[in-house]
Structures are given as C-alpha cells and as structure tokens.
C-alpha cells in the first residue's frame, strides 16, 4: 500500500530530490486535503450558529474529536482542539502550576523539609523539546516553580523509572516525558513510570496526586498509542507529525470527572469553555480526517517504516562499514520505525557539511529547530561522544519513502563523504607536499 503512494510523493521527492525528515513535518495525505477543502467549502458557518451551515460545521467538528480520540482509544470528551503541539505543552504545564496552587498544596513542604509555602516541582527529563523544557526553565528562572531534569541513561537512552521515582518530593504536581525522542527515536518506558507515579501514595503535608503528561507528537502516526495502556492525564497530539494539517489537540483524561484544566484564554464559550475562539472548522476537519486514517492503516503503517529504515540502516553499514555509527541504537530499548540518527566517523564529516554536499537528500542533523553546526545535546545527553554527535544526521522516512529512495540517498551520501574526504585530507597535506 505505503510503497504506491505516488500521489503524496510528488509534493516531498522529486528526480532531484529524496526527502527524510518526516520528523520534522509531513505533507497532507490527499484524504486530508479533500476534507479540509470540501469544509472550507461546503461547512464554513460558525459552528456556534443554529443555521445549516452552522450546524454543517458542528457536526464535523463532532466527528473529527470522535476520529482524533479513538486514534489514541480515548473518550471523544477527553479531547481539546489546539494551535498545536507548543501551545498544548505549555497550557498542561499552566495548569499545574494552576492546580497546584487550587489544591492547597503550597503549603507542602519542599526538599529541605521547609513548611512555608513551597512552588510546584516538576519532574521531566533532559531528552524534551524546547516546548516542555525552555517552559519549564522559564518557570524556575521566574520563580514559579521548580523542577527536576532527570538524566537518561546512557545503557538505554532513556528515562529510567528507578531515577523518576527517586526525584519525587513532596511538593510534586507534575511528572511530564516525551513518548519517543525526536532526535534518536528511542521510545520511553512511559506506561512503566506513569504507573508507579500513579500509585504513589500521598500523605499530609504533600500534594494530594502527581499529574502526568507525555508529549506524543513523534509517536502518533508512526506506532500504536492507547491512553489506557501508557497512564497518562495528559497528552499532547500534533497534526503536522501524521500527515495532519498544522493543529493540535491534548487528551484529558475524565475532564469533566477530576482531571484538572485550566483555560489560557478567555472570551466565547466554545471547546466548552476551555478554549475559546471561534473553532478552525476546516483544519480540525484535516486532523480528524488524518486520525481517522492512522486509526485504519496503523498496522501497515508501521511495517513500512520498519522495513525502509531498517533497509536503510543495512545499506549504511554494508556502504560505510566501520565508519558509521548509529546512534540511539540500544539493545535494552525500542525506537520509533521510521527514525535512523547516525554518525560517519572523522574529520571533516560534520552533519551539517554532509548536507551542505548532499545533491538529493532533504534531511537534518536533529530537531529542525536546533542549530545544525553544534553536537546535539540530546545525543550527549545518552552518552554519544561530542566528535561522533557533532557529525549526526537523522535521517527519518515515511509512508511514501521506497527502498529506491534510499538507495538515491546512499549514492549521494557516498559522493557527498567522499568529496568531504579529500578536502579534510588536502588541507592536512603542507604546501610544497
């Protein structure tokens, strides 16, 4: 099925061009874009009015939530429609602070036993997107909370349950891990850590429950994601990351029975007053619409992934042999099927040189809002030397990237190290040599 997807490849692959970075953003499945079309055509009445057209807008609005919460087998209710990713992790980190403070909690004490009133602590680990972690930094710098940055481990490249667990104090509102690392892939043990997080057992003197929330937006379209399963309170959900146009939305377990939210803005009563603003009928129309296809082909999805990159990764080892290293590789953990970082070995082979090079491949050294000339510090953070790091490339396929494709980009990955090769090894040789 993936390997006939002509009609998306067009728009991201070309004779000269073979695009992977599907991380960073994918096009709109062709489903997609006809249900956003056909909405901004047919259904473009404020969904608040009683006319037709009004009515025409609700109703799919209605089923897109249906469409967006059984993609992560939760209740249609559960469901919030956002801008996006960004602004879906900053409004669950306000509402803890928010809760926080609600619960009586800020006469909790803190972790020097003080009882005078504590700020809300946080625990995250130092593998987030700068949406979770400059948030977070911002907090504590402003003096409104405080948080804990645990460190992966670099056995695993990932957050273990033992270290989150040891952070808790009992000021703690919030425990807040991303469900697949954007950079290397590797799936955190989310369902294991929210659990233990969720039977902890509160006494006086601390707050009454520890909120948890994982980012998913590098999950969702690319493996199986059940809210039931992993735990959580929260979740944030992002179009653009499965073939969605560039909206959003967060999963709130039993909003209306418990699970704390706070609303950012305040104005018209719409998402029942959470958010308010006049619904983006069409662009919720694309989200459900790529929900409701991730939900009937996640399966086959998967497998396709799986089977190109790890296509991929052989060919990068049978080409390169010894000079590649894969990063975010660990035998203990799994990672995303569609994500390959990795490092050629020597000078002169910088990731972002290599790109610079690159005559086919569209691709990043990491997350494309990061620097692309410095060691990323995710890959440092899980123990990957800084002269290995600061030549990674991720390379991340998609449901329309064939074995072709890849072998367009191990040729121009071959002429692009070669070339890089002999300009390191000119400028090493003295003049006169």
């Not at 306000?94 to 020097?112: M, R």
């Amino acid at each position: 099925m993936c390997e006939d997807n002509d009609r998306v490849t067009s728009i991201m692959t070309s004779k000269a061009s073979v695009y992977l970075d599907y991380n960073a953003t994918t096009p709109l499945e062709p489903d997609v874009l006809t249900a956003i079309h056909d909405t901004l055509r047919d259904a473009w009445g404020n969904p608040s009015s009683s006319y037709t057209q009004g009515q025409r807008a609700k109703a799919i609005i209605h089923e897109a939530r249906g469409n967006v919460a059984s993609m992560i087998g939760a209740k249609p209710s559960d469901i919030i429609f956002t801008s996006g990713g960004t602004e879906g992790n900053n409004w669950i980190l306000d509402t803890a602070v928010k809760f926080y403070h609600d619960d009586g909690s800020q006469d909790c004490k803190g972790n020097t036993g003080d009882s005078k009133k504590q700020l809300p602590h946080f625990i995250t680990s130092n593998l987030e997107h700068d949406s979770i972690k400059l948030v977070l930094e911002h907090m504590v710098a402003a003096g409104v909370a405080e948080c804990t940055f645990v460190s992966a481990s670099k056995l695993s490249g990932r957050v273990e349950v033992e270290d989150v667990l040891s952070a808790v104090r009992p000021n703690t509102v919030m425990v807040t891990v991303m469900l697949a690392n954007n950079e290397t892939g590797v799936i955190q043990p989310i369902s294991e850590i929210f659990s233990q997080v969720r039977s902890l057992k509160r006494q006086t003197g601390e707050t009454s429950r520890i909120l948890v929330h994982t980012d998913a937006a590098q999950a969702l379209g690319k493996v199986k994601v059940d809210v039931s399963d992993i735990h959580a309170d929260y979740l944030t959900i992002v179009g653009h990351k499965f073939y969605a146009p560039r909206v959003g939305a967060i999963y709130v377990r039993d909003i209306d029975k418990g699970t704390p939210l706070y609303p950012l803005f305040f104005g018209g009563g719409q998402e029942r007053n959470f958010r308010p603003g006049t619904e983006n009928g069409g662009m919720i129309a694309g989200l459900g619409k790529a929900a409701e296809l991730v939900v009937r082909n996640i399966d086959a999805y998967e497998k396709h992934l799986r089977d190109v990159r790890d296509y991929l990764e052989e060919e990068l080892e049978r080409e390169f042999g010894d000079m590649i290293h894969i990063n975010g590789k660990f035998k203990t953990s799994q990672r995303l099927p569609n994500t390959c970082n990795f490092s050629f070995k020597g000078k002169g082979l910088e990731g972002h040189k290599v790109l610079n090079k690159a005559a086919c491949i569209q691709a990043s050294v990491g997350a494309a809002c990061h620097a692309q000339n410095r060691a990323s510090p995710i890959l440092l953070a899980i123990g990957i030397p800084e002269e290995i790091a600061r030549n990674a490339l991720r390379f991340s396929v998609g449901r329309e990237t064939s074995k072709s494709d890849i072998d367009i980009a191990i040729r121009d990955l071959k002429t692009c190290v070669q070339a890089l090769t002999l300009e390191t090894h000119d400028k090493s040789v003295p003049d006169g040599y």
